[in-house]
């Protein structure tokens, strides 16, 4: 059974940064995608990045320029680094892990971003 655990969420003020990190465990596959969601109280999920096994990147609208994702295949762990915070970036953030038409999630990690 695959397994994700986050970790890396907290409180921290606007301008700030932030890493979360996500390790995956269990059944493993060369071609998946990690990912990370994210969902604010009252608003639905909404994708933050993902990163292929090949290491394609792609990364929702208003996190371009400020967030990074990466992955370590040999760890299999995939971080993101968050800057420049925005109150409106608080939420509980989700790590995801995918492949072929199999999805997983980790239980979440808050991050609050104070004004």
């Known amino acids: 059974q695959v397994r994700l655990v986050e970790s890396g969420g907290g409180l921290v003020q606007a301008g700030g940064s932030l890493r979360l990190s996500c390790v995956v465990s269990?059944?493993?596959?060369?071609?998946?995608?990690m990912g990370w969601y994210r969902q604010a109280p009252g608003k639905q999920r909404e994708l933050v990045a993902s990163i292929s096994s090949g290491g394609s990147t792609n990364y929702g609208d208003s996190m371009k320029g400020r967030f990074t994702i990466s992955r370590d295949n040999a760890k299999k762990t995939t971080y993101l680094q968050m800057n420049s915070l925005k109150p409106e970036d608080t939420a509980v953030y989700y790590c995801?892990?995918?492949?072929?038409?199999?999805?997983?999630w980790g239980q979440g990690t808050q991050v609050t971003v104070s004004s």
């Open positions: 995801n892990y995918r492949f072929l038409t199999n999805t997983y």
């Open positions: 269990g059944i493993i596959v060369s071609n998946n995608v």
